[in-house]
């Protein structure tokens, strides 16, 4: 079992950047994959980044190519989304979640994922 929390949230005017955190707990965090998903009010959630489990292997979705990194720090337990150029289109709750794996590429599918937090709120105002 994996406990995730994320942190980071908040209200920012467009072009500005955010870093969202995900502490995880439990179970060895550096034995899983872990993603960015987002969903935004009356919208599916959306992929928008994962990474291996050593730190490897990142993938973006189109939309935030070139504006979002996504990283982690195993020793710290510690996921995150750096967020730049935000566009009021970013608006969305952000997950962090996490799947047991020590494949070379993650999963871009969200019910490939086991764990999830609670989310953090972004808005970006226009």
């Known amino acids: 079992q994996v406990q995730l929390v994320e942190s980071g949230g908040g209200l920012v005017q467009a072009g500005g950047s955010l870093r969202l955190s995900c502490t995880a707990s439990?179970?060895?965090?550096?034995?899983?994959?872990m993603a960015w998903f987002r969903q935004a009010p009356g919208k599916e959630r959306e992929f928008i980044a994962s990474?291996?489990?050593?730190?490897?292997?990142?993938t973006y979705a189109n939309s935030v190519k070139g504006r979002f990194t996504i990283s982690r720090d195993n020793a710290k337990n510690m996921g995150y989304l750096q967020m730049n150029n935000l566009k009021p289109e970013d608006t969305a709750i952000y997950y962090c979640?996490?799947?047991?794996?020590?494949?070379?590429?993650?999963?871009?599918?969200?019910?490939?994922?086991?764990?999830w937090g609670q989310g953090t709120q972004v808005t970006v105002s226009s």
């Open positions: 439990g179970r060895t965090f550096s034995s899983h994959a």
């Open positions: 979640a996490a799947y047991i794996s020590r494949g070379t590429y993650p999963s871009l599918r969200a019910p490939q994922y086991e764990y």
């Open positions: 990474v291996a489990w050593n730190g490897d292997m990142a």
